[in-house]
Nanobody, 118 residues
Framework: QVQLVESGGGSVQAGGSLRLSCQAS????????MDWYRQAPGKEREFVAR????????NYADSVKGRFTISRDNGKSTVFLQMNSLKPEDTAIYFC???????????WGQGTQVTVSS
């Protein structure tokens, strides 16, 4: 079965950096676009970043543009999120996500906590 396992979360001060990883298994990784989402306490889950299956196209939420970078290593079935210049409002649980188009299925990781203190 498909599994997405995030790691790399933690606690940092504002202005610091973290690098999240998501290890995928149970799928042909290079055939899937990959996303990062996040959910802050009391808020809905929101899109953060996406990378196309080939790695040559990315897009970001406006709130993280210029600070976060999504990348992938198809040989290691891993997607990364480099987060720089972190702000307290980046505090959330970060989730790895992908979708199989047909038959449609949606996959989420268990999430990794990121806490940014001011």
């Amino acid at each position: 079965q498909v599994q997405l396992v995030e790691s790399g979360g933690g606690s940092v001060q504002a202005g610091g950096s973290l690098r999240l990883s998501c290890q995928a298994s149970g799928l042909t990784f290079g055939n899937y676009d990959m996303d990062w989402y996040r959910q802050a306490p009391g808020k809905e889950r929101e899109f953060v970043a996406r990378i196309k299956r080939s790695g040559d196209s990315t897009n970001y939420a406006d709130s993280v543009k210029g600070r976060f970078t999504i990348s992938r290593d198809n040989g290691k079935s891993t997607v990364f999120l480099q987060m720089n210049s972190l702000k307290p409002e980046d505090t959330a649980i970060y989730f790895c996500h992908t979708v199989r188009v047909f038959p449609r299925a949606e996959y989420w990781g268990q999430g990794t906590q990121v806490t940014v203190s001011s």
